[in-house]
């Protein structure tokens, strides 16, 4: 060994570089981790020899707090577990709390929520994808798709006033009809978006040096992504068709013509087109579902005790100060039982299993949540891979800390 | 997709497994089978394997805990998913407190690692033959099992508190 191989090993713990190992950590706080989690490295120079992971920096014990919330209290917490797309976290809860209390909303409804549930995987994918590109090297698409998730968030605040942590929606409908300026912004969206995507589209799929970076890099086959639990888009990009907007309909999805793009090698690049294809997908649904919006109510009137009274009723009428009150204190009976109600979340699918004693707050209530159980085949994916691929492959897998954590 | 309904999923099990269904009923159309404990590996295993049912996929495992009914305090959770059947079914084992032992089932499902490190960091279930049973979520030097029933937080509605003390 030369002189300066033997400095170059003072730098590390063990061993040097020159094809013997070193150890790295990647994160807990790391910029190209997009999120706080610690990989613990062993590399042979670039090569990555196997990796271990460390999570759980910011579990905030949901599970737990559930159980001293009220019901209609719960779906704040919901939105701080994918918070790339927190109103299909938010509906998912309404629907599975709708499934306990046993009651029918509007077809309207239904529409809507479509309509809300699809922009926000438009938004999810839309980081995901350009944060892929940024990875690469490719910053310029990223600025250009973040305007268009910026008119999503736009959109959101035209419902419910929040953009990030939305707590969008209400359990048996909507706080309010769409408004006025949602329907002209949505008009407008509809009819721009796909432009400007194409373009983002056209900078990055077959641009050979993305191409060279993103094929091979994290594959999983199909069978191994299944024996992990993998769904969502992580899952169809290594070839599985499993949708559970398709195989157990939620929310009137069974009415919307579109298709589940699947990939084959389930490697990064094929996780970035599955995400382009469903955000033509997603497009295509809430043209659907805009352009054939029932007419009716968008709320149901079957469940005063959990749809909160309009303020105007409340100070005017005796039952709707009644309802408020008790919605309000979190004093409104529920059935006693046990429900699993799964969504397709921007990551798979997200699923509740809530049980309930009858009491104010849910005896047990248990998220799935996708990320957590994909996370763990990362090690694998990325063994005999380089660093960079690495970035890459945590990019792709749109690995989220807030609901890998809960 | 064939047109498995649940009574048929049932009778299947009840064949091979017989006395070991302890229970079985469908809270909101989802068939929930309880099992006893010592059976729940094979019963996972048979299903993935049985070439009529094909439940090969583990959505979800997870734990509750009923300090009242004696013996039976914890529940174990298998949310499992037959994806060409497209039948979902739910298996559980009741677990005394003092022995919250149930054999793991990463050697069927690789992705039931990190659930079952989640179910004994929060509720303390040994999985027997897991390779690391360690907690994932908490930090290490936790020494309880923080979603049991015993450990509550703070009450909304208790009324002996003196705010004073907790800076309100």
Redesign the interface.
């Known amino acids: 060994m030369s002189d300066t191989s033997k400095n170059k090993q003072s730098l590390f713990a063990d061993e040097t570089i020159d094809g013997q190992i070193a150890t790295l950590n990647l994160g807990p706080t790391h910029p190209a981790t997009h999120g706080i989690f610690q990989n613990v490295l062993t590399v042979d120079g670039e090569k990555i020899l196997s990796s271990v992971q460390t ?2 920096y910011i ?1 905030r ?1 949901f ?3 559930a ?2 919330r009220p019901y209609n209290q719960i779906t704040p917490i919901t939105d701080r577990l994918n918070y790339c797309s927190s109103p299909i976290n938010n509906m998912g809860w309404e629907m599975t709390m709708e ?2 209390i046993g009651v029918q909303v509007p077809k309207k409804v239904d529409y809507m929520r479509v309509i809300i549930m699809e922009l926000a995987r438009v938004a999810d994918h839309l980081v995901c994808n350009s944060v892929i590109g940024v990875d690469t090297g490719a910053l310029t698409g990223f600025t250009y798709m973040f305007q268009q998730r910026e008119l999503i968030y736009e959109l959101y605040e035209e419902v419910c006033g929040a953009r990030l942590t939305t707590n969008i929606g209400r359990i048996g409908g909507f706080e309010r009809d769409f408004s006025p300026a949602f329907h002209v912004k949505l008009k407008k969206f509809l009819k721009e978006f796909n432009k400007h995507f194409q373009e983002f589209d056209d900078l990055l799929l077959r641009n050979r040096i993305f191409m060279d970076r993103t094929i091979g890099a994290g594959p999983i086959s199909g069978e ?1 992504a ?5 769904t969502g888009p992580n899952l169809r990009a290594a070839g ?1 068709d ?1 949708d559970v907007r398709v ?2 309909p939620y929310s009137s999805y069974e009415d919307f013509d579109f298709i589940i793009p699947v990939g084959t090698q389930g490697d990064t690049y094929d996780r970035f087109c599955v995400r382009q294809e469903e955000i033509r997908q997603s497009m295509k649904i809430i043209e659907q579902a805009y352009n054939n919006m029932p007419e009716g109510s968008y709320f149901s009137p079957d469940v005063p005790e959990f749809y909160l009274p309009t303020k105007a009723d409340v100070y005017t009428k005796m039952e709707a100060l009644i309802y408020h009150f008790k919605i309000v204190m ?1 004093e409104t009976p529920v059935p006693v ?4 109600h ?1 969504v397709e979340g921007g990551n798979g ?1 997200l ?1 509740f ?1 809530l ?1 309930s004693d009858g009491g104010r707050t849910p ?2 209530l ?1 998220f ?1 949540r996708p990320c ?6 990362y090690p694998e994916m990325i063994t005999g891979q380089t660093i960079s691929d690495a970035v890459l492959t945590l990019s792709s897998l749109n690995v989220i800390a807030g609901e890998l ?2 | 997709m064939s047109n498995l309904t649940n009574e048929a999923v049932l009778a299947r099990i009840q064949e091979k497994f017989g006395d070991a269904v302890r229970n079985h009923e469908e809270p909101y159309g989802l068939l929930t089978i309880e099992i006893q404990a010592d059976k729940t590996h094979d019963l996972i295993a048979w299903l993935k394997t049985d070439e009529v049912l094909k439940v090969s996929f583990l959505t979800l495992i997870g734990a509750a805990h009923f300090p009242n009914d004696k013996g039976r305090e914890i529940c174990v959770n298998y949310h499992l998913h037959s994806l060409v059947n497209n039948v979902r079914l739910r298996v559980r084992a009741f677990l005394p407190i003092e022995t919250p032992n149930i054999q793991s089932i990463i050697d069927i499902y690789i992705g039931a690692d990190w659930q079952e490190r989640e179910t004994y960091d929060f509720f303390g279930v040994i999985f027997e033959g897991h390779p690391n049973l360690t907690r994932i979520l908490n930090e290490d030097s936790m020494d309880y099992f923080p979603m049991r029933k015993e450990y509550h937080l703070e009450d909304a509605t208790r009324e002996d508190k003196d705010d004073r003390y907790f800076g309100r």
């Open positions: 999570v759980g579990h014990a599970e737990k707090l159980e001293r499934k306990l191994r299944l024996d992990y639990g993998f599985v499993y195989m157990t979190g039982g046990e429900v699993y799964a699918e699923g299993h049980i005896y047990r248990q799935r957590f159980i994909y996370y763990q085949a954590d809960a």
